[in-house]
């Protein structure tokens, strides 16, 4: 059973270009997380994508988007790159409906940004 | 909103040393509680959780109790190995809602042989 896949697993950019990284969940589930992890630091929650809609965010700009198929995987976007948005970059999955939504992570893309 | 606030490390310790690393959480409600632990160059891979209050989570040797009336969910073990080296983040995860986890800033352990 392959866990949550991501790719790439690098990727460097200049400012003002824009990325799309994408995101396999677990078989079996149908919501999938992104999150921002800067040097250092703890992620941070970017946004989650259920049955193909956006169904929460947290504070990034809308430089920052996202989408979901019908098979459940899921692109993150990022136009108008930054400096500051060098870091890595963590999709996680989980089933909705289960007790506490155990959210399962994949190794992450690094993402430089010149 | 939810915060989670862990002690700062980085921690150095001997193998075969006690660990405990101290996590306090914020939340309205009751939460599900995480240990997730980063290996070099890993994503985050899920150590221990608990979902209610007074619930004891335990991997590998590794535990951590729900205090809800201290609201704090410390992570312990009693013997630590030179392969334990990581980070480690506590998180967690509203019941109600949308499932984001609310992570702590990692506490960066080193265990020497």
């Known amino acids: 059973d392959a866990g949550v896949t991501q790719s790439p697993t690098h990727l460097i950019k200049t400012r003002g270009q824009q990325v799309t990284l994408r995101c396999s969940p677990k078989?079996?589930?149908?919501?999938v997380s992104w999150y921002q992890q800067a040097l250092g630091q703890g992620p941070q929650f970017i946004f989650q994508?259920?049955?193909?809609?956006?169904?929460q965010r947290g504070n990034f700009p809308d430089r920052f988007s996202g989408h979901q198929f019908p098979n459940y995987s899921s692109e993150l976007n990022v136009n108008a790159l930054l400096l500051g948005d060098s870091a890595l970059y963590l999709c996680?999955?989980?089933?909705?409906?289960?007790?506490?939504?155990?959210?399962?992570f994949g190794p992450g893309t690094r993402l430089t940004v010149l | 909103g939810d915060s989670v606030t862990q002690m700062e490390g980085p921690v150095t310790l001997s193998e075969e040393a006690f660990l405990t690393i101290n996590c306090t959480y914020t939340?309205?409600?009751?939460?599900?509680l995480f240990w997730y632990v980063q290996y070099p160059g890993e994503g985050l891979q899920l150590l221990l959780k608990?979902?209610?209050?007074?619930d004891k989570g335990s991997n590998k040797g590794f535990e951590a109790t729900y205090r809800k009336e201290t609201t704090s969910f410390h992570l312990e073990k009693g013997s630590v190995q030179v392969s334990d080296s990581a980070v480690y983040f506590c998180?967690?995860?509203?019941?109600?809602?949308?499932?984001?986890?609310?992570f702590g800033q990692g506490t960066r352990l080193t265990i020497n042989p």
């Open positions: 998180a967690l995860n509203r019941i109600q809602g949308a499932q984001k986890l609310v």
């Open positions: 994508y259920y049955e193909e809609e956006e169904r």
């Open positions: 939340a309205t409600g009751y939460p599900s």
């Open positions: 608990a979902t209610k209050a007074d």
């Open positions: 078989s079996g589930h149908d919501t």
């Open positions: 996680a999955s989980s089933r909705t409906g289960t007790n506490y939504n155990e959210q399962f």
